[in-house]
């Protein structure tokens, strides 16, 4: 049974289940599913989709999750990155609006789901920390301004396109003369009727003597409340007719049995795309789940969270959605609304169930605008550009990653970015591990403790090198362990002993292997032993299979104290602490 709970964490959760649970998951599903529909509805739109996709994709997605998810909070459907990620992969390859590009949306999310299934059964969530999160926030700070920025056309009630920044700006410009100004007005009062809600309708409900927990969910249903308003003015006063776009019919159905499309062409188009959305959203969704699991000590898995979203996108893929991922504020709503279980989410599947089979009709009226309006509050909140000053401050490298991802996310587009963020990511890890810290260190006075000569008032002596590697070794970075050293004794004939201190190697590669063989041969032939002190148990196993040690000019000392004892017994006693030639390290 415990074996079977590990991949089907609701035999664990489910056990538990009471009345008080029940009753805190059904709160906070009415909440999540009244603040989902108009976001389902607008990142559907995002998407290039009809409004009804977006519903689908957060009906069998969310069970799904519910069942093979760990995160008792998160809250599984259409994020606008994702959507926005859709968007630009599906339409490289078929029109919007049209029977290909749905179907490709569906093989999209089946890939993506495939892919997350394959990494969580072969317990290959690891991949995902390849990708720093610098570069990540760096890329939805630029992905949250394409979004809004794409969303202008329908504030604007004007025909744009546009993959990237300058098009979309260019295209805005173009066609600006063309405005409808009831659109006009209808997006920007909605716009601002949002970002209000989300800043000052609590606070005033609160003064006008609502209880917390009613003002809470009178400020989730806000985006409802433009939904509604709008909707009936477009019907009363006949918008519509004088040009305000709206969304139409939206079928009254359930969720529909779907095929995605498995041509070879198709899949070959679709592989990478789906990839990229596969980790930006596991990513994103991650990170959520255990940021808000640490809030009520709870654990995440990882690995079971990938085969939990990976079943969600391939439910997505059979009954009419695109990809999906946990997001941010949905997930936030459902745990401060007191979601105890999964359960919660399979309960706002059903209000969208619901939704979908007598609520559609009702929005037949709703102006593209607000749905613009709701997209545009949402991801805006996304922009942090605060991520730019904080790398500038800590490292420059860092800082060059970020603004390289956004400047290129901006210029180029979505999928030019996000493969940019991969490869920066992994440039920036092989840039700090080619260059490892190595650090000359002497004896502390009065201690047995060793220390950087630079940073410390210590004991050294001229015969004897001792320099600290805090990496571990391998074929990157041995190279520079190498001419870190060499460069040392070179010119300094006074060394005749060199130890290498391995407290913080827990590898030694291949190629590092033969670079320390290197080492010891050149050191040799200068007449200067190397030695080796405090090596890792695992370590020193795989050097005994090695010829380094069997050829190795010193020794292996247990402790650097037990080094600088056999070679220099003078600096044990407390010879005069000093720094030679600090200028030269």
């Known amino acids: 049974m415990k074996r079977m709970a590990r991949f089907l964490p609701i035999l664990d959760w489910g056990r538990q289940y009471d009345r008080g649970a029940l009753q805190n998951d059904l709160i906070a599903a009415v909440i999540v599913t009244i ?143 063309q405005t409808n100004l009831i659109t006009l007005v209808i997006g920007v009062a909605a716009t601002g009727f949002l970002f209000w809600v989300r800043k000052g309708l609590k606070p005033a409900l609160r003064r006008a003597g609502l209880s917390d927990g009613m003002a809470t969910i009178a400020t989730r249903a806000g985006p409802v409340a433009a939904v509604v308003v709008t909707t009936l003015a477009v019907w009363v006063l006949g918008l519509d007719g004088r040009g305000v776009s709206i969304v139409g019919s939206v079928p009254q159905s359930l969720p529909p049995l779907t095929m995605p499309d498995l041509s070879p062409e198709l899949l070959r188009q679709l592989v990478v795309p789906a990839i990229l959305i596969s980790i930006i959203g596991f990513v994103e969704s991650i990170s959520v789940a255990q940021t808000l699991a640490a809030k009520r000590r709870q654990r995440i898995n990882p690995d079971q969270e990938l085969i939990g979203l990976g079943m969600a996108n391939i439910g997505a893929g059979f009954t009419g959605g695109y990809p999906v991922t946990g997001g941010f504020a949905r997930s936030v709503v459902n745990f401060d609304a007191g979601a105890e279980t999964p359960a919660a989410g399979a309960f706002t599947a059903l209000g969208l169930a619901i939704a979908a089979i007598a609520l559609t009709p009702l929005v037949y009226y709703l102006p593209n605008a607000t749905l613009a309006a709701t997209i545009i509050v949402a991801v ?179 402790s650097q104290w037990d080094a600088v004892e056999a070679l220099t017994p003078s600096v044990c006693k407390g010879g005069a602490p000093g720094v030679r030639d600090a200028a030269a390290h």
């Open 35 to 177: 603040m989902l529909i108009p976001q389902s509805l607008a990142y559907a739109m995002l998407a290039g989709l009809p409004p009804e996709a977006g519903i689908y994709a957060s009906i069998l997605p969310i069970i799904l999750y519910a069942i093979f998810g760990t995160s008792r909070a998160l809250a599984v459907g259409p994020v606008a990155v994702v959507s926005l990620m859709t968007a630009a992969a599906v339409g490289q390859i078929a029109q919007s609006g049209t029977a290909g590009y749905a179907a490709a949306a569906l093989t999209l999310a089946l890939l993506s789901g495939l892919f997350l299934l394959a990494l969580g059964l072969f317990r290959l969530g690891f991949i995902a920390n390849f990708l720093s999160h610098p570069v990540i926030a760096g890329f939805i700070t630029a992905s949250g301004i394409l979004i809004a920025t794409s969303q202008l056309k329908h504030i604007l009630g004007v025909k744009a396109s546009g993959d990237n920044l300058p098009e979309m700006i260019a295209s805005l410009i173009e066609n600006l003369g």
């Open 380 to 558: 805006l909140s996304l922009v942090d550009f605060g991520i730019l000053r904080h790398a500038w401050a800590y490292s420059r490298a860092d800082f060059s990653a970020v603004a390289g991802t956004i400047l290129l996310t901006l210029i180029f587009g979505v999928e030019t970015g996000v493969s940019a963020g991969v490869i920066l990511s992994i440039l920036l890890h092989l840039y700090h591990t080619s260059r490892p810290h190595i650090a000359e260190v002497g004896l502390v006075p009065g201690t047995q403790h060793f220390r950087n000569i630079r940073r410390h008032d210590v004991h050294t002596d001229p015969a004897l090198l001792t320099m600290r590697v805090d990496e571990s070794l391998y074929f990157a970075n041995a190279r520079y362990l190498e001419d870190k050293v060499l460069d040392r004794v070179t010119g300094d004939t006074e060394i005749r002993n060199v130890v290498l201190m391995f407290p913080a190697v827990n590898a030694v590669d291949l190629s590092a292997l033969e670079t320390l063989e290197a080492l010891n041969e050149r050191l040799r032939d200068m007449g200067v032993q190397l030695h080796l002190s405090e090596v890792k148990g695992p370590v020193m196993d795989r050097l005994r299979r090695s010829h380094l040690l069997d050829h190795l000019t010193g020794q292996v000392f247990l």
